[in-house]
Each structure stands twice: as C-alpha cells, then as structure tokens.
C-alpha cells in the first residue's frame, strides 16, 4: 500500500501563510496487511496567491484557508497492478487550535465506487505547525467556520442545480426528442459525490515535463483504460474519478482519459473541449475537441492519442455534390464542456459527421451560464471542489529499466527455447540495431511523424548475410512484467515462429527500449527478431 499525504508537518516560512503548494508527496509501500504500517512524514509550505511578501499572516487569514489536504489510498498487487481503496480530504485546520501547534486524530478512510459507503480503514493523522501560532483558536471557532463554509457549499450548490433544472427544461422544450440526447450536467466521483462535469476539467499546465500538446496526448494514452466494476449485471457503473485520484492509480474509463487531457489541452493554451456521446459501436463515450482560431475542429482520441480533423456533412447538399467522408470512430455528441462552459447539442440530429461546432450560435448549441459555472466549478468557489494535483516527475531511469527488462525478456526466450529442446545464440550487434526503429515507433505514436525507418532498414540489409532470411516483430506495452509481456507475445504467430526458430545459423535478437513520461508512465516497445540461413 502507498499513500499521499500522510504524516504532515504545516509551515508558513517567514509568517507568510498560504495553502496552494502545488506539491504531492509519496509513501514508501508497505507490505499488504490488516493494519499496513504506514509511516512517513512530509513538510508542506502553506500561502495563498497573491499574499506579500514578508507580510505575517493573522489567524484569521489561515482560518479563511479552507483548501483540503487530498489522501489517496491505492493497493498495490504481485503483477504491479494497482487499485485505488479510499480518497479522503482532510481538513488540516484542526492544528490550529492546539496550543503547541501539534495535534493527532484518527480518520475513518471508506471505500470507493460502489464501496463508498464501506469502511476501508482508519488512519492516524499527526499535524504540526511550525512555527505555532501565540494565539492557538478555540474549537469552537473552526467547527463555526466549518459550518458556515458548508453552509455556503450548499447554498451554492442549491441554487445552481435550480438553475440546472430549469435550463434542462428549457432544452427539452426545443424539441422533445432532447430527452435522448447525452447531455450529462452531473456526474458521481470516486465517493459517490454528485459534481457538475465542469469540475472536472482544470487548467493543468504541466510545466517541463510535457513538451508539446501532442506529448500530452500520448501522456494520456499510456495511462490503462479500465471501466469502473459492477456488482452484478446491468449497466456500467457511475464514476468519474478525480484527478488526483486518476493519476495514483493510473487506470480509469475514457472520461477519466478525456478529462485529463483536456485539462492538459487548456494548460497549453488550446481551445478545448470534453465530448460526451457514443462511439461507432453506439456505446457512451468521452474524447476531447479543440477548435483553431480558423474555425478547424481536430478530435482527439485520449483513449489512443489519434487525432482527427472533422469535416462536417451538409444533409442539405445536392445528391450529387461531393461530400467530406467521415474520418472519426464517434456517432453522435450530446454535449461539450471546459472549466467554463457546457453547451448542449440542440441541432436536428445529433450525428457528429453533420454536427456544426459553431458555439456562438444559439439555435445550435445551448451553453449554460458563466457566471452559474463559476460558482460552483471555479477553484476556491465552494468548500466542496477537491484542489488541482500538479504531474509529477517520473523517478524511474529508462536507460536502467530497459536494459533490466530486455535481460529478462532474453533469460525467458532462453528458458523457453530449452524446454522446446533448443539452443538459443544471440547476435548483440542485431539487438543493437533495433532500437532505432522502437524510436521511430515511439516518434510517430507522439507526433505522427513517421520518420528513420530508411536507415533501419539500410542496417539490417548490412547486417543480414546473402542467403539469410530476416523477421522481426514489433509491440508496444504499458508495464514493466517481463513474464506477462512474454506470454502476450507468443500469443502472436508471428512472434512464436521467431522465437522458437529452428534452421541453419538461427541468431536471436531481443530489444527493448522504455520510454518514461510524467507519473512513471511507461511506453516499453519490444521487438523480438531472427535471422537465419534460407534452405530451398
């Protein structure tokens, strides 16, 4: 098990006080038991945007801090395979009252999804203010100003969904046949907790760890698609997940994938957009679109990183008037959304290869208000809204990581071949060689911009004698299982006949090259090859 945000220590450095330190911190796993023995403490530096500099903070000033601390609990298992197990904000302004500035309580961690209302655990917290405050509150003053945050939540959040019900009338009464449109304005996150779709969605700037949008894309597709479970048969089951809560594990459903990314596309400066509708095999389905300052609107598959530029249809052309043909896998959207704006599909038909994606026109799209967004979506507008996670910097060493992996991969070709009463000889100058072409593969994934394979293939020319014959078989994975990546590729024909080769002067060769991105996100490619003497 690991943690985020266990054991604090709250400093306010040079009596400046804020809490928007856009830091995670990490546990050290422990081995699964009854009661994990999770130890670990961790310093964060509280302040406020926009606070001066040099300026003590009062106790009235942190007392209006009402930002959470977000601990998440994910299980790890043998195979690496995690599973999120609770999601807790902690209101740390309890310490605030201690005389001491120390304090220590316990919090009753539940479960997620459809265990939210389950107990999962209890955890002991210990807070530390350093330096303590002269004038420590009462607990009566935080549990009044407690209250009162609560109360303005829900008040908030009332009068919006109010407001939620009257526009979803309004949209209804443009024609009935709205009633079967996807137009999701609420949606449950990992605690059960009903939030509009619009929280979703932040401006999430990754700073040096993402170099382009089109890395952001590829960011996103390496995290593993998984819909949330069900107990039982019926639908799929409610849940978009939190950002935080989506990076620790890194596995959730598309809108998970779609929320992120667009978060990451506003972060960089695009116009962009989360889709809800259904795929070409009329499932629900979530993707991002971006619209360019010429009016051009790009989808982008976050599930896959494709890209696809639409073109819209005109239902209205002559029967012979050349039309666009449909390049996305998406039939029909409901509904588009950002951290600021929601718009409702209410053209004729919501098909996306006739869709117009004009957002300014009224009889086209129904957008919400702003301002009703903003009080309940904007960061620091409610009480409720958990805080925006930055990415954090991959720890792993690809360099180390795949020269591990690629000794693995070999002892298992070895093993394999000894069982199936073969020797295996490895030709280290052909391994070499494929790496340039798992660069290329990685290149194009990220950009698709399919570049170098004329030099690749020039070298293997030169490595392979007249009269030998060449396979290779490339595969792209998400994890660092060298015994699960063996088994998935002899799955393959191809790769079965390569591995267990047999002819004159069988040479082996193995490659494998791991490409690490923010959260230890992986894209390991594999490339099995052989080469041998062709006897006609």
């Not at 919090?107 to 939210?116: F, Y």
């Not at 991969?409 to 070499?432: G, I």
Request: aromatic fraction near 8%.
């Amino acid at each position: 098990m690991s943690i985020i945000w266990t054991k604090l220590m709250l400093t306010h450095p040079d009596g400046i006080c804020i809490f928007k330190s856009l830091v995670r911190f990490r546990s050290k796993p422990v081995p699964c038991a009854c009661e994990p023995d999770l130890k670990e403490g961790f310093i964060l530096n509280i302040h406020r945007d926009g606070s001066e500099g040099g300026k003590m903070a009062d106790t009235t000033t942190m007392l209006s801090m009402c930002d959470p601390v977000h601990l998440v609990l994910i299980r790890t298992d043998t195979s690496n395979e995690t599973t999120l197990v609770s999601s807790y904000f902690l209101d740390w302004r309890t310490v605030l009252t201690s005389p001491a500035g120390k304090t220590c309580f316990a919090v009753e961690l539940l479960g997620v999804g459809s265990e939210c209302k389950v107990p999962a655990g209890v955890l002991t917290v210990s807070l530390e203010l350093y330096p303590p405050l002269t004038e420590p509150l009462s607990a009566d003053v935080i549990s009044t100003q407690q209250a009162l945050e609560r109360q303005r939540t829900a008040e908030k959040e009332r009068l919006f969904l109010v407001y939620a019900k009257q526009w979803w009338r309004e949209f209804l009464e443009i024609r009935p046949s709205h009633q079967s449109k996807m137009v999701k304005i609420f949606a449950q996150d990992e605690n059960g907790v009903n939030r509009p779709v619009c929280s979703y969605v932040r401006v999430l700037r990754a700073g040096r760890l993402l170099e382009s949008p089109r890395h952001a894309a590829r960011f996103v597709s390496l995290l593993a698609y998984q819909r949330a479970p069900v107990v039982g048969g019926g639908s799929k089951q409610e849940q978009w997940c939190t950002l935080m809560a989506f990076l620790c594990r890194q596995k959730g459903d598309c809108e998970d994938h779609a929320t992120l990314l667009c978060s990451l596309l506003l972060g960089f400066g695009l116009d962009a957009y989360v889709c809800v509708g259904t795929n070409a095999k009329a499932a629900p389905h979530a993707w991002v679109l971006t619209r360019g300052c010429d009016g051009s609107i790009t989808f982008w598959e976050s599930l896959t990183a494709q890209r696809y530029l639409h073109r819209a249809i005109d239902p209205d052309a002559p029967p012979l008037a050349p039309q666009p043909k449909p390049s996305s896998p998406y039939r029909t959207v409901g509904c588009v959304f950002n951290h600021l704006t929601f718009l409702a599909n209410c053209q004729p038909s919501d098909a996306v290869n006739v869709c117009i994606f004009d957002f300014q026109n009224p009889s086209r799209w129904k957008a919400m208000s702003e301002e009703a967004l903003k009080s309940v979506c904007v960061p620091g507008a409610t009480s409720s809204l958990p805080p925006v996670p930055p990415l954090c910097a991959p720890s792993l060493d690809p360099a180390a990581v795949s020269n591990q992996l690629e000794l693995e991969m070999r002892f298992l070709v070895s093993e394999h071949r000894k069982d199936l009463k073969m020797a295996t000889v490895w030709d280290d100058n052909l391994s070499y060689l494929l790496s340039s072409a798992l660069w290329a593969y990685e290149l194009e994934r990220c950009t698709g911009v399919s570049c170098g394979n004329e030099e690749f293939q020039d070298a293997v020319r030169r490595a392979v004698p007249d009269g030998h014959t060449f396979k290779g078989y490339p595969t792209q994975l998400l994890h660092l299982n060298a015994r699960r990546a063996f088994a998935s590729c002899l799955r393959y024909p191809i790769c079965e006949e390569i591995v267990c080769c047999r002819g004159d002067s069988v040479r082996l060769a193995v490659r494998v090259r791991v490409f690490v991105y923010p959260e230890n996100a992986c894209a390991v490619w594999l490339m099995f090859a052989c080469k041998y003497r062709s006897v006609l």
